[in-house]
């Protein structure tokens, strides 16, 4: 694809899915962690959902899920230093996203 599209294009490309794939699952854990409290509470407010109570569960999920946005957050930092023209940098940046996989990996079970 990236003699088609140009190395650039693909490489933004990429990178959005994968921020996008991590924030999602950030978005998902944390809304699964504060569910329980908000309709415990009758708030809308973090803070007052928080003080409504979470389970340890609850706790374990919204870890995961900031952690989750954190490895977007990475992503992004990351991706923006790369230089596609540069294959030491993207090999570099390729490695550094294998071991955001393996820790995410690692923080799985803190969403179960």
């Known amino acids: 694809y990236s003699t088609r599209f140009g190395r650039t294009r693909v490489f933004s490309v990429a990178t959005t899915v994968l921020q996008v794939a991590f924030?999602?699952?950030g978005v998902t854990l944390a809304s699964l962690a504060l569910a329980?409290?908000?309709q415990a509470s009758g708030v809308s407010a973090l803070p007052g959902a928080i003080a409504g109570g979470l389970d340890t569960v609850g706790y374990r999920r919204l870890a995961a899920g900031g952690i989750a946005i954190a490895f977007a957050v990475a992503v992004?930092?990351?991706s923006s230093r790369v230089r596609v023209d540069g294959p030491k940098e993207v090999y570099a940046f390729y490695m550094k996203c294998w071991a955001l996989f393996y820790a995410s990996y690692a923080a799985l079970p803190l969403a179960r």
């Open 23 to 25: 924030l999602g699952v």
């Open 36 to 38: 329980p409290a908000f």
């Open 76 to 78: 992004r930092s990351l």
